[in-house]
C-alpha cells in the first residue's frame, strides 16, 4: 500500500511538472499530431531541459528547450526567464529519426513502477519461530542522485506517457532490466544524432 502511494505521489508530481514546465518552457501543453517530448528534470539548478520532435503542418522540427525557474528579486517581485530554444538540425531527416526512436519502443515502454519488482529480490525462507515458510523480499537499491524523465509520445491514436527517474544509474545496477535498456538506448540514440547533450 505504501509502495502504491508514492508512485501515486510521483505520477501526480510529473503530471503536474510537465504542466508548469510547458508554461516555462512557453509551448503548448497538447501534443502535435506526431511528437515526441522528453522533459530532463533539472536536478538541482534552476533550468531544466525539453527534447521535442515533431510534426507540424507537414513540416517535421526538432528542438531542444532551456528553461529556467523565475529569479526572485524580492519577496514581493519575481522576474522570469525567457527559455533558450535551439532548433535542431541533424544530419538525417527528422522524419526517420522520428521513425527509428519509434523502432525502439518508445510507444510501448511501461511506466517504472510496472517493473518495479525487477529490481527487488525475493526468496522462500523458513521462520523458525511460526514453524512455517515465509516469503521475503529485499527491496531494490534507491538511487538519489541522477537524473530522472518524463516522456510524453504520440503517433496519431497511439499514446503513451512515462516517467523514469535516474535510467542510468539503474540500468548500472540492473543491466538485466530490459526497459531500462530501451530507454537509455533512445537517450543515446538522440544525443548521438542530434549532436546534444541531454
Do not use: C
Not at 503513451?160 to 535510467?167: A, C, G, I, T
Request: avoid cysteine.
Amino acid at each position: 500500500m505504501q509502495f502504491s502511494l508514492k508512485f501515486l505521489f510521483f505520477f501526480l508530481f510529473a503530471i503536474l511538472k510537465s504542466q508548469n514546465i510547458d508554461s516555462l518552457a512557453k509551448i503548448p501543453s497538447e501534443l502535435k499530431e506526431t511528437e515526441i517530448r522528453i522533459y530532463k528534470d533539472r536536478g538541482i539548478t534552476n533550468s531544466g531541459h525539453i527534447f521535442r520532435i515533431y510534426k507540424e503542418d507537414k513540416i517535421w522540427k526538432a528542438e531542444l528547450i532551456q528553461w529556467f525557474l523565475p529569479k526572485e528579486i524580492s519577496r514581493d517581485e519575481i522576474e522570469w526567464i525567457k527559455p533558450k530554444l535551439t532548433v535542431l538540425k541533424p544530419e538525417k531527416s527528422l522524419e526517420e529519426l522520428f521513425l527509428n526512436i519509434k523502432a525502439r519502443n518508445i510507444g510501448f515502454l511501461p511506466k517504472e513502477e510496472y517493473f518495479q519488482y525487477k529490481k527487488d529480490v525475493s526468496r522462500v525462507i523458513y521462520d523458525e519461530e511460526e514453524k512455517d515458510w515465509a516469503f521475503e523480499t529485499k527491496n531494490a537499491i534507491w538511487v538519489l542522485d541522477g537524473t530522472g524523465y518524463l516522456v510524453k509520445y504520440k503517433s496519431g491514436k497511439q499514446q503513451n506517457e512515462f516517467n523514469y527517474r535516474n535510467p542510468e544509474s539503474y540500468l548500472k545496477h540492473y543491466p538485466e532490466i530490459d526497459e531500462l535498456n530501451y530507454f537509455v538506448d533512445i537517450l543515446k540514440y538522440i544525443r548521438k544524432e542530434f549532436n546534444i547533450a541531454f
